[in-house]
């Protein structure tokens, strides 16, 4: 089956601008979880789901970030305004249930934002 | 705070060898370790884990060893193939869902 799609692959935006990156996790899979992973960095937490229920975002790090997944299924990530700082490459992870499931995400290939 | 550390940005082996690569934590309440491969522009994809109930787990050529007393963990790939070139992150859960990765070391097979 397909696995976690994200899109679009790449992304540049001008300082101060809007972007909505969007995910498709695996069907069926109930979690769903947002990284961000700077240049030579490790992926860091920013939110996770349970269905449509937003249960974490304190990853988040500011409030120009926000999340939805209204139906429970495709997620969706805004980042309003812009900065350079926003530079990164955003991950998606879905896995099957919130209990021994979650310990493996499943991971898509990121949307890489560059802004200039 | 770093509460993961991978000390070895880079690694590189001859095919047919050993690969060791090791993480360090801090937090004594991370109860699920995690070992994650990436390619480049790819996402991660899950190797291997333990629990810390454990402190060995094996597949094929992929054993984990956890030391909690040390708050060390490891990775070895033996016998190391060009393939495994990639970027290694370990991670970690501790009572939640979130991940906590490590920066990840560049592992480089070579023939």
């Known amino acids: 089956g397909a696995g976690v799609s994200q899109s679009p692959r790449y992304k540049v935006a001008k300082r101060g601008q809007d972007v909505a990156l969007r995910c498709d996790p695996i069907?069926?899979?109930?979690?769903l979880f947002w990284y961000q992973q700077a240049l030579g960095q490790g992926p860091e937490f920013l939110t996770y789901?349970?269905?449509?229920?937003?249960?974490?975002k304190s990853g988040l790090p500011s409030d120009r970030f926000f999340a939805e997944r209204p139906e429970g299924s495709v997620s969706t990530l805004k980042i309003q305004r812009t900065q350079q700082e926003d530079s990164a490459v955003y991950l998606c992870?879905?896995?099957?249930?919130?209990?021994?499931?979650?310990?493996?995400?499943?991971f898509g290939p990121g949307t890489r934002l560059t802004v200039t | 705070d770093q509460q993961v550390k991978q000390n070895s940005p880079s690694l590189s082996v001859q095919e047919g060898r050993i690969s060791i690569l090791n993480c360090d934590y801090t937090n004594s309440m991370f109860d699920y370790f995690l070992w994650y491969k990436k390619y480049p522009a790819e996402g991660p994809t899950f190797l291997i884990s333990i629990s810390s109930i454990k402190d060995k787990n094996e597949d094929g050529r992929f054993t984990v060893f956890l030391n909690k007393s040390a708050k060390h963990l490891s990775l070895h790939i033996v016998p190391s193939q060009p393939g495994d070139s990639a970027v290694y992150f370990c991670a970690f859960t501790g009572g939640g869902n979130k991940l906590t990765f490590g920066t990840g070391t560049q592992l480089k097979v070579e023939l």
């Open positions: 789901f349970q269905n449509e229920a937003q249960l974490d």
């Open positions: 069907s069926g899979h109930v979690s």
């Open positions: 992870a879905s896995s099957l249930d919130p209990g021994q499931g979650s310990l493996r995400q499943y």
